[in-house]
């Protein structure tokens, strides 16, 4: 028996920029599994499972998904969580498809920064291995920081790579300008204060289905997710071999060997500028030494959005790639995009998705 | 959705591993204990960790370890660097979860082997049920307060009030459990009770007392799930997981109170039953004391057992209490029930439900020692999780499925 293709047929949203005072993480979560079913005009008996990315750091809960599979639209029906990302998330949620196992899978992830009493970044320094990094004031942040500084002194021009970040964020974010992103103050040298999104609430969902069902919908090309290791220390930040091979993981799945040409528009992650510019060539966005010049010029194919510097919600945000790839090739902007989705560290976890108008 | 889909291809487990249970303060180390039973499974599989496609890390709740997102500093330590790795979590029934991940890699075509692994230390950060108390809701549930020993206590009450289960029954389910637990070399707790033993033993809530509980375990434990392609000739032989699903209940345990379409209420497992009907149909099984030979069921106190047996299709709802007093789910009995010694004996939670699969391929290997089940062919494994609130299900069979 050969694997079933696999189809997005439904997304939804909840959450912004300005936090809800009235809306908890449970109804927010809520709002965003409803509207992905009604999306796809379908019900929640409709559904053979549901797949959480759910972080008990993020959300403060010993056991998150106790409380917030419910609001997903688990009760009474298969559910798992995976922790890790929700880019494994919606790995899982694809392989579990293809396996024939499910038909339908609704996958939420989320993130309320503005329910964490001490900043989301004190929370994420938790994670830091507990013995070296965490007294050495490791942070999602902090790391993010120090791949900036090793990306930039890397590029063998430090100063152009300030300066393409700082274009680059002006790009992403209309509302300034270069010159005042490279005024803004600093947050963690040497990214500055408008390179860096805002924490922001949001819940998101994803229905998949067996595209042999027939439902209209957006197709998954491929998926692919690579680790690396924990310790900043002995990892290569400024050179992503992992990114490479998960990218070429879902490009191999998705039959993509020109990727230049055969990708309309990409929604790469860019937790910072210097994360976005290291992922355009292991992406095929350009090749390698293009990287700092088209971060200078923008191009109208990486993050037409406006990116993650709209606000990003901690650990589950990055869905959001994967929602607007998907409104992209609705909306007729794109026949193929790709998304990119990290978590962990200085993108420690890479996810890649290639998604297709339907086939 | 309830109709039975078509697998698109079989998933074996070829090789696993478990560290000897013990106390924490005995144990190695959280990275010390994944890497032995990750070897001890890899061996047993006749591969190396270069043979491995993906990982799949069981790691339940980070309060216990004191350490958030651990699978973030671990892969280093499995050898596990640039391959695809994610990690599960879903409380004690993560170590199935686990598995049922896995089963997808390898069932979707993606992937031809996969190393699902994980380790705990359950009192490393204090006692358990401190940080258990965290688990509930903070305004209406937690203050009660609930622990998982009060959560189950309520279970016990209602469903003694419910069918007549006694304490003496009670303590007939830990003097199996034990008696099993000292025959398996890798238990946690292997000493052998009387039913004066545990009825003279002290309250933990009424009617659970200290030995009608499970104890608080370190350890690691590890699977090698493979295609059948893939299945090296010199390794132990495959047993095929032919059916695995998991269901969840609702969050607050108010909300479980009142009988169910299905006849359930919180005296029963009504999301076991319904976790289990899905892996069955999947796994052909329509008569389970027919056509499965044992039960490695997550019960981590003694009348979770017995609502268990029935969940599981084994007893109807309200009989299985007479029946453990009957010696029906003895070793020896006509379906032996946790032959391991079960949660009763050993519980390092993010593993706990993935030891239960590994007792089941073991038991279904013959590998299983002097707790082997005689002729055991077929052996269903199930997972608990958060308030008695996720449960899950895998059927492990020493038969290769038809192609």
């Not at chain 1, 063998?156 to 270069?178: H, Q, Y």
């Amino acid at each position: 028996m050969s694997a079933p293709k696999v189809r997005i047929v439904g997304i939804g949203e909840a959450g912004g920029a300005i936090p809800d005072p009235e809306a908890s993480l449970e109804t927010t979560i809520f709002a965003a599994a409803s509207a992905a079913l009604a999306d796809a005009g379908l019900r929640r008996d409709d559904l053979d499972g549901i797949v959480l990315a759910a972080s008990d750091q993020t959300d403060g809960r010993a056991i998150s998904s106790m409380l917030t599979s419910g609001p997903a639209g688990a009760y009474l029906n298969d559910e798992i969580n995976a922790a890790s990302s929700p880019g494994h998330a919606l790995a899982l949620a694809w392989m579990q498809v293809l396996s024939g196992t499910h038909r339908r899978v609704l996958i939420s992830s989320w993130g309320k920064a503005s329910e964490s009493t001490f900043g989301v970044q004190a929370a994420e320094r938790l994670s830091a291995e507990p013995f070296y990094e965490r007294d050495g004031g490791a942070s999602a942040l902090a790391a993010a920081a120090i791949q900036a500084s090793v990306h930039r002194a890397a590029s063998g021009d430090p100063e152009k790579a300030a300066r393409a970040a700082a274009a680059l964020a002006a790009r992403n974010n209309t509302t300034v300008t270069a010159e005042a992103v490279a005024g803004s103050d600093y947050v963690a040298s040497p990214l500055r204060r408008l390179e860096v999104p805002a924490e922001i609430d949001g819940a998101f969902s994803l229905l998949l289905e067996r595209a042999d069902i027939g439902s209209e919908g957006v197709d998954i090309g491929g998926i692919g997710w690579r680790s690396d290791i924990g310790r900043l220390g002995e990892r290569s930040l400024g050179r992503l071999e992992h990114l490479d091979h998960a990218v070429a993981d879902a490009y191999g799945r998705a039959g993509i060997d020109d990727p230049g040409g055969q990708v309309d528009t990409w929604y790469l992650h860019d937790y910072t500028p210097d994360a976005e510019v290291l992922a355009y060539t292991p992406f095929g966005v350009c090749a390698a030494g293009d990287a700092l010049d088209l971060a200078l010029e923008g191009s109208a194919k990486v993050n037409p959005d406006g990116g993650s510097l709209r606000g990003e919600a901690p650990f589950g945000g990055p869905l959001r790639k994967v929602l607007e790839a998907t409104r992209a090739i609705r909306g007729g902007s794109a026949g193929r995009a790709v998304a990119h989705l990290t978590t962990g560290f200085a993108g420690q976890f890479q996810t890649a998705v290639v998604l297709e108008a339907k086939s | 959705m309830s109709d039975v889909l078509q697998l698109n291809r079989p998933v074996a487990a070829v090789g696993v591993g478990q560290t000897p249970f013990t106390s924490t303060d005995k144990a190695g180390t959280y990275v010390e204990m994944l890497q032995r039973s990750a070897s001890e499974a890899l061996d047993s599989a006749s591969l190396s960790i270069d043979d491995i496609d993906a990982v799949v890390l069981a790691l339940a709740p980070e309060a216990l370890m004191g350490v958030n997102h651990a699978e973030r500093w671990c892969i280093e330590n499995l050898g596990a660097r640039d391959k695809p790795v994610l990690r599960i979590q879903t409380g004690g029934a993560t170590g199935l979860s686990a598995v049922q991940a896995g089963f997808s890699h390898v069932a979707s075509g993606l992937y031809e082997r996969v190393l699902v692994v994980g380790a705990d230390r359950v009192r490393e950060s204090g006692d358990a049920q401190k940080i258990f108390n965290k688990i509930w809701d903070p305004f209406y549930e937690r203050p009660l307060p609930f622990t998982t020993i009060t959560m189950i206590a309520m279970s016990a009450v209602r469903y003694m009030a419910k069918y007549g289960l006694t304490e003496k029954q009670m303590a007939r389910v830990s003097v199996k459990a034990h008696h099993n637990g000292a025959l398996n070399p890798n238990a946690h707790i292997r000493k052998e009770v009387s039913i004066e033993d545990v009825l003279d033993s002290r309250y933990l809530a009424w009617p659970i007392k200290l030995l009608d509980a499970c104890p608080q375990s370190a350890g690691g434990c590890a699977v090698v799930l493979s295609s059948a392609d893939a299945v090296k000739p010199e390794a132990q032989s495959p047993a095929w997981v032919t059916g695995i699903s998991m269901a969840g209940e609702s969050y607050f345990i108010g909300d479980r109170l009142e009988v169910s379409e299905r006849g359930y209420d919180y005296g029963d497992a009504e999301a076991l039953a319904v976790a289990a009907e899905r892996a069955y149909a999947m796994a052909g099984i329509t008569d389970p004391k027919s056509q499965i030979d044992a039960i490695e069921t997550y019960a981590s106190f003694t009348p979770v057992e017995v609502h268990n047996a029935e969940a599981l299709g084994f007893a109807d709802l309200g009989t299985a209490g007479p029946l453990f007093e009957e010696g029906f789910f003895d070793l020896d009995g006509e379906i032996p029930l946790n032959p391991s010694g079960g949660v009763i004996c050993t519980n390092p939670i993010s593993v706990t439900a993935m030891v239960r699969f590994v007792e089941a391929v073991l038991q279904v290997q013959g590998n299983a020692g002097a707790h082997q089940v005689e002729g055991a062919k077929t052996v269903v494994a199930t997972g608990a999780g958060g308030s008695h609130q996720f449960f899950n299900v895998a059927v492990v069979t020493s038969e290769e499925p038809k192609k």
